[in-house]
């Protein structure tokens, strides 16, 4: 199957076109430096040719509301169209637990994807999914100095290749619309998370915790279980401290 992957060059396309040449598929990466934009449409129509299903990664990483929307809404309705003009039989959306539930700028322009995508006319699922692995590390790099302010708050990170490989299941099955969280095997907190990571990578950097009221309402609701699933779902199987022993590795080599 030709598959689709809007955003396959990021923390999440590399393993899902890793995992859906694996699995026997065909990947079109879509991505600037492959001549599409998903946001003007330049050069999608041609990717989309013979395409069959599609698996929209595409990100923006933005605490502004009014970007996020921008970015996620020109984007999805380009997807969407030419999707329908292909003859696409399943557009699959990975999306992100707790976006209903946390307050920010980047959570509202998700919201706005997802609506597009349930009100399209190409057949759908949505599978929310908790945050990577990654995430404590990218909270720090968006402060850079030898001083992290870390909030303590929980979540539930997840490998992914576990994503990628629940992606590629699903956009071989049927459209299910909204399925099940998706989220790692156990609970971190994530100022925990990125004190452990500073160890690992040998740096002196300070990691210190953040008040929650620093961050506002979001804040408070981060810390009473806004990133966390609300019910069963499909669970990965690598810990973040399995994840962290593999950055370890590689460092040394």
């Known amino acids: 199957m030709r598959v689709a992957v809007a955003g396959g060059t990021g923390t999440v396309g590399r393993p899902v076109v890793e995992a859906l040449t694996a699995a026997g598929h065909e990947p079109v990466v879509l991505a600037p430096s492959r001549g599409v934009d998903l946001v003007t449409g330049d050069g999608l129509a041609e990717a989309m040719a ?41 557009h699959l959306l990975l999306s992100i637990v707790g976006c209903d539930r946390v307050e920010t700028g980047y959570y509202a322009g998700k919201l706005r994807q997802e609506e597009l995508v349930r009100t399209g006319s190409v057949p759908w699922t949505i599978q929310r999914c908790t945050q990577f692995h990654d995430f404590a590390g990218q909270f720090m790099a968006s402060m850079p100095g030898p001083v992290a302010a870390v909030p303590r708050v929980p979540n539930q990170p997840i490998d992914t290749r576990d994503v990628a490989d629940v992606l590629v299941g699903l956009v071989a099955g049927e459209p299910s619309g909204t399925v099940p969280d998706l989220a790692g095997p156990r609970r971190e907190i994530l100022l925990d998370q990125a004190r452990r990571l500073v160890r690992v990578r040998g740096g002196k950097r300070l990691v210190l915790r953040l008040p929650l009221a620093a961050l506002g309402r979001a804040g408070r609701q981060m810390a009473e279980g806004g990133l966390l699933p609300t019910e069963p779902g499909p669970r990965g199987t690598r810990t973040f401290d399995e994840w962290l022993a593999g950055r370890a590795g590689a460092a040394r080599r």
Not at 58 to 69: G, I
């Open 50 to 90: 013979g395409v069959e299903a599609v698996i929209d990664l595409a990100n923006k990483v933005t605490m502004k509301a009014a970007e996020a929307r921008a970015f996620f809404e020109a984007g999805t309705r380009n997807l969407l169209a030419a999707g329908e003009r292909a003859g696409v039989r399943h």
